[in-house]
């Protein structure tokens, strides 16, 4: 079955290296690829970018892990050694997204560039790279006695939630290529967030974990990111038409 198959503890030759980080070196290699073929197409230079990506993984890589840690606080309290084993699972993609966003802001001011533009350019990179990434998921969503392609593990049916989100971020994948070229000053960027963040409040009802108020930490990170989106377009809408002021 795919739970088995995808499970961040199947390793590969008995080697160190498993299925869920094979799944993110290669979200991060689609990523560069996309990223430099957009930056050709909005006209930003390669050695700007590729700085600039070295810098946002790094820093995404160090929030998604903080953010994970945050939610899960106790437990990582309790045994502290496990806080930088990302290698054992455990990244947010708010978090993610969140370290990205503040390093593309410090970086567009300190060099002058449009942050909508270089928002743009990132936005197929971050759809396609996580699709890739959530194929070496091994998150189990809440029981349930029948589901669309449930996995029965043990005696037990669970929904199948890292596919779930693989194929609601394929399809914001083909919307967000689709208007590349037409959406500017970080309108792609946000038709990006808007979609993703209502797409994971509906997934993450099927979701195990801790819950406030009747939803989870996931769906409050969502709804966080949603009127960021939001924020960030009444943001980018005041500069100039051709985004260079944003």
Same mark, same amino acid.
């Given at each position: 079955?795919?739970?088995?198959?995808?499970?961040?503890d199947v390793?590969l030759l008995r080697?160190?290296?498993?299925?869920?980080?094979?799944?993110v #070196?290669?979200?991060?290699?689609?990523?560069?690829?996309? #990223?430099?073929?957009m930056?050709?197409?909005?006209?930003?230079? &390669?050695?700007?970018l590729e700085?600039f990506?070295l810098?946002?993984?790094?820093t995404?890589i160090?929030?998604?892990r903080l953010v994970?840690v945050?939610?899960?606080?106790d437990?990582y309290?309790?045994?502290?050694?496990?806080?930088?084993?990302i290698w054992r699972?455990?990244?947010?993609?708010?978090?993610?997204i969140?370290?990205?966003?503040?390093t593309a802001i410090i970086?567009?001011?300190?060099?002058?560039i449009?942050?909508?533009n270089?928002?743009?350019?990132m936005?197929p990179?971050? /759809?396609?790279?996580e699709?890739?990434?959530?194929l070496?998921?091994?998150?189990v969503?809440r029981?349930t006695l029948?589901?669309?392609?449930?996995?029965?593990l043990?005696?037990?049916?669970?929904?199948?939630?890292?596919?779930?989100?693989f194929?609601v971020?394929?399809?914001?994948?083909?919307? /967000?290529?689709?208007?590349k070229d037409?959406?500017?000053k970080?309108?792609?960027?946000?038709?990006y967030?808007?979609?993703y963040?209502i797409?994971?409040?509906g997934?993450?009802?099927?979701?195990?974990?801790?819950?406030?108020?009747?939803?989870?930490?996931a769906?409050?990170?969502?709804?966080?990111?949603?009127?960021? #989106?939001?924020?960030?377009?009444?943001?980018i809408?005041?500069?100039n038409?051709?985004g260079? &002021?944003?």
């Amino acid at each position: 079955m795919l739970y088995y198959w995808l499970s961040r503890d199947v390793y590969l030759l008995r080697s160190p290296i498993n299925l869920y980080g094979v799944g993110v #070196a290669l979200a991060v290699l689609l990523g560069y690829f996309l #990223a430099v073929y957009m930056a050709k197409r909005r006209g930003i230079q &390669a050695e700007l970018l590729e700085s600039f990506i070295l810098k946002a993984v790094v820093t995404g890589i160090v929030f998604a892990r903080l953010v994970f840690v945050l939610l899960d606080l106790d437990y990582y309290l309790g045994l502290p050694h496990q806080i930088p084993a990302i290698w054992r699972g455990g990244l947010s993609i708010h978090g993610a997204i969140l370290g990205g966003l503040i390093t593309a802001i410090i970086y567009c001011k300190n060099h002058k560039i449009s942050l909508g533009n270089l928002a743009d350019v990132m936005t197929p990179a971050l /759809v396609f790279g996580e699709a890739i990434g959530r194929l070496g998921c091994d998150v189990v969503g809440r029981e349930t006695l029948s589901a669309p392609l449930a996995l029965q593990l043990g005696e037990h049916y669970h929904h199948n939630i890292p596919f779930y989100t693989f194929v609601v971020l394929m399809a914001i994948g083909a919307l /967000v290529w689709k208007n590349k070229d037409h959406m500017v000053k970080g309108r792609l960027f946000t038709l990006y967030l808007i979609s993703y963040s209502i797409g994971r409040l509906g997934i993450d009802y099927f979701r195990e974990g801790a819950l406030l108020g009747g939803i989870t930490v996931a769906q409050v990170g969502s709804l966080f990111a949603l009127s960021m #989106a939001i924020i960030f377009y009444i943001f980018i809408s005041k500069g100039n038409t051709d985004g260079t &002021a944003v």
